[in-house]
């Protein structure tokens, strides 16, 4: 019996076995770390190259719609993702991806989306627990399409603030607003102005924030002023000098004009002016009064800083103006530029004014008019009850500030309208 204790006393200081018995215990837990290390960078090489996959079919997808091929987006996204395809090769879900057009940053549709998903075994696991992960991924590319801007609201001025529209200013022109300004906040809207407009384009950036515009905002895009080249039409020797009267009394007064040269007026009775070209030299030309103000086929020529002043006490289409014809150019040194000339109403010609001159289009003034207002020179403020008929105009000037109850409806066609620019196609990963 004693020598059965001392052998198991020899047993129990014995060590010799405890590597393997450790071994034994720890080998498990062992091969569990290493098959779960193999299978984590098994599903990371999935769903990195799944990952990879569905961005290049979005930016794919995007580029498409970018250069306008509208049908074959899908086509594109597709072609791009199964090009970048390896490992999972066969094995995604539903045969291909899912590719749609989605909203981005309030734009309708102006991005891809593609959602994948593969479902496969993991080596380890999928042994063990005999079954299979499913690995998704999704990407999301904005696009900007390219190609030229018009507006019919536009600024010259190319640094600041130069389009401000604030109160309760209300502008329809779905021909668009433009500023040539690359500052920040070119273009400004605040208070509750309402903009109605398939497009607002500057050089620099548009503040308008909580106005639901971001789909028809497009900044960046350099601009140029389309009539800079356009040549001011100047009096000469046998332009006759004209003065501005009523004949007859009280509410049978009248004025009937004839183009020439004329220092700045105000109207005081019905007016017409007849066909052609009126300069004015300088001083106020108030085209305001609560009788009839009627010009058909006529250019306003203002010279020498002649302030422009539409205002006050206007009846239903107080003021009903239209431009010249092509036709009435040929003969003058103007002819050949007759086509460009013919879509003018008012220019300013700046030559030897040093500073800009500040026109008004204000109070309760009812304008029927057609026709450009290029004044590269004007400060052009619109406030009060202003309003314009359902006509088709243009206003290009050196800033643009409308405010109050201001409001402006243009019918104008948006490809018929002033050019403004030229922008680059763009795409963005976006998710």
Same mark, same amino acid.
Request: aromatic content about 8%.
């Given at each position: 019996?004693?020598?059965?204790?001392?052998?198991l006393?020899?047993?129990?200081?014995?060590?010799?076995g405890?590597?393997v018995?450790?071994?034994?215990?720890?080998?498990?837990?062992?091969?569990?770390?290493?098959?779960?290390?193999?299978d984590?960078?098994q599903?990371?090489?999935?769903?990195?190259?799944?990952?990879h996959?569905?961005?290049?079919?979005a930016?794919?997808?995007?580029?498409?719609?970018?250069y306008?091929?509208?049908?074959?987006y899908?086509?594109?996204?597709?072609?791009?993702?199964?090009?970048?395809?390896?490992i999972?090769?066969?094995?995604?879900?539903?045969g291909?991806?899912v590719?749609q057009?989605?909203?981005?940053?309030?734009?309708?549709?102006?991005?891809?989306?593609?959602?994948?998903?593969?479902?496969?075994?993991?080596?380890?696991?999928?042994?063990?627990?005999?079954?299979?992960?499913?690995?998704?991924?999704?990407?999301?590319?904005?696009?900007?399409?390219?190609?030229?801007?018009?507006?019919?609201?536009? !600024?010259?001025?190319?640094? @600041?603030?130069t $389009?401000?529209? *604030? +109160?309760?200013?209300?502008?329809?022109? #779905?021909?668009? /607003?433009?500023?040539?300004?690359?500052?920040?906040?070119?273009?400004?809207?605040?208070?509750?102005?309402?903009?109605?407009?398939t497009?607002?384009?500057?050089c620099?950036?548009?503040?308008?924030?909580?106005m639901?515009?971001?789909?028809v905002i497009?900044?960046?895009v350099?601009g140029?002023d389309?009539y800079?080249?356009?040549?001011?039409?100047?009096?000469?020797?046998?332009?006759?000098?004209?003065?501005?009267?009523?004949?007859?009394?009280?509410?049978?007064?009248?004025?009937?004009?004839?183009?020439?040269?004329?220092p700045g007026?105000?109207?005081?009775?019905? !007016?017409?002016?007849?066909? @052609?070209?009126? $300069?004015?030299? *300088? +001083?106020t030309?108030?085209?305001?009064? #609560?009788?009839? /103000?009627?010009?058909?086929?006529?250019?306003?020529?203002?010279?020498?800083?002649?302030v422009?002043?539409?205002s006050?006490?206007?009846n239903?289409?107080?003021?009903?103006l239209?431009?010249?014809?092509?036709?009435?150019?040929?003969?003058?040194?103007?002819?050949?530029?007759?086509?460009?000339?013919?879509?003018?109403l008012?220019?300013?010609?700046?030559?030897?004014?040093?500073?800009?001159?500040?026109?008004?289009?204000?109070?309760?003034?009812?304008?029927?008019?057609?026709?450009?207002f290029?004044?590269?020179?004007?400060?052009?403020?619109?406030?009060?009850?202003?309003?314009?008929?359902d006509?088709?105009?243009?206003?290009?000037?050196?800033?643009?500030?409308?405010?109050?109850?201001a409001?402006?409806?243009?019918?104008?066609?948006?490809?018929d309208?002033?050019?403004?620019?030229?922008?680059d196609?763009?795409?963005?990963?976006?998710?």
């Amino acid at each position: 019996m004693l020598k059965v204790f001392r052998k198991l006393a020899e047993l129990g200081r014995c060590t010799s076995g405890n590597a393997v018995m450790m071994t034994a215990l720890g080998l498990p837990a062992l091969i569990g770390a290493a098959g779960y290390g193999a299978d984590t960078a098994q599903w990371y090489m999935w769903q990195r190259e799944l990952q990879h996959s569905v961005d290049q079919a979005a930016i794919g997808g995007a580029w498409s719609l970018a250069y306008g091929e509208d049908a074959d987006y899908e086509t594109r996204a597709q072609q791009e993702f199964f090009n970048n395809l390896h490992i999972t090769d066969g094995d995604i879900d539903g045969g291909g991806p899912v590719v749609q057009l989605a909203n981005y940053d309030g734009g309708n549709q102006n991005s891809v989306l593609v959602r994948a998903a593969v479902t496969r075994t993991l080596p380890f696991t999928g042994m063990l627990m005999n079954s299979s992960v499913t690995i998704a991924a999704r990407a999301q590319a904005a696009f900007r399409q390219g190609g030229g801007f018009n507006a019919c609201l536009m !600024t010259l001025k190319e640094s @600041g603030t130069t $389009f401000s529209v *604030g +109160g309760n200013a209300e502008i329809d022109a #779905n021909c668009g /607003l433009g500023a040539l300004s690359c500052s920040d906040d070119a273009i400004k809207i605040t208070g509750s102005a309402k903009i109605i407009t398939t497009s607002i384009v500057t050089c620099g950036t548009v503040s308008a924030a909580g106005m639901g515009l971001d789909s028809v905002i497009t900044e960046g895009v350099p601009g140029t002023d389309e009539y800079a080249d356009l040549p001011i039409p100047q009096p000469d020797g046998n332009t006759p000098n004209r003065t501005y009267a009523c004949a007859g009394k009280g509410k049978n007064s009248s004025a009937s004009l004839l183009p020439g040269k004329y220092p700045g007026f105000a109207t005081s009775c019905a !007016t017409t002016f007849a066909a @052609g070209i009126y $300069f004015i030299e *300088g +001083g106020t030309l108030d085209l305001t009064h #609560n009788s009839a /103000l009627v010009g058909t086929n006529v250019l306003f020529v203002l010279r020498k800083g002649a302030v422009l002043k539409l205002s006050g006490m206007g009846n239903a289409a107080a003021v009903t103006l239209s431009p010249m014809e092509e036709a009435q150019f040929a003969g003058t040194p103007y002819a050949a530029d007759a086509d460009r000339l013919s879509q003018m109403l008012f220019i300013e010609d700046k030559t030897g004014v040093n500073a800009p001159v500040n026109h008004q289009i204000n109070g309760n003034a009812d304008l029927n008019l057609s026709g450009i207002f290029y004044l590269p020179n004007g400060n052009v403020k619109i406030n009060g009850n202003a309003s314009a008929a359902d006509t088709c105009f243009q206003i290009s000037a050196y800033t643009l500030d409308i405010l109050g109850n201001a409001y402006l409806k243009t019918l104008c066609e948006a490809d018929d309208s002033t050019q403004f620019g030229t922008g680059d196609t763009g795409v963005r990963l976006i998710a």
